[in-house]
C-alpha cells in the first residue's frame, strides 16, 4: 500500500449490532466492530442498533454513511478493516 493511498468504501455489510463487514477498492475487505464506542455528540443516535443498521455507502464521499448525513472517515475504518481483514490485502 503506497503512503498516498486514500482508501474509498465501496460495500458495507450489517453482520449483527454494531459490527459491519466493509469493502475498499483496493480489495481489502474486514470486519469493524463498534459494539464498545461509547457514541456521544452528533455520533449518539449510533446507540441504537436499528439506527446504526440503516448504514450505506456514500460514493461521493466514499465512506459510510446513515441517512441523517453522518459519517465517518474512511481512513481509520480502513485501518480497522485491515487488522480485521478476510483477504489479504
Known amino acids: 500500500m ?3 493511498y ?3 468504501v465501496v460495500g458495507v455489510a450489517v453482520l449483527r449490532d454494531h459490527v ?3 469493502l475498499f477498492d483496493d480489495g481489502t ?10 457514541w ?18 456514500d460514493p461521493e464521499a466514499g465512506t459510510i454513511a446513515w441517512p ?6 474512511p481512513e481509520p ?3 480497522q478493516a485491515r487488522a ?4 489479504a490485502a
Open 29 to 38: 475487505v474486514g470486519d469493524v466492530d463498534f459494539s464498545m464506542e461509547k
Open 68 to 73: 441523517d448525513g453522518l459519517d465517518m472517515a
Open 2 to 4: 503506497s503512503s498516498s
Open 40 to 57: 456521544t455528540g452528533v455520533f449518539e443516535p449510533l446507540r441504537d442498533a436499528e439506527y446504526f443498521a440503516q448504514v450505506r455507502v
Open 84 to 87: 480485521h481483514s478476510l483477504t
Open 20 to 22: 459491519l463487514r466493509l
Open 77 to 79: 475504518l480502513y485501518e
Open 6 to 8: 486514500l482508501p474509498c
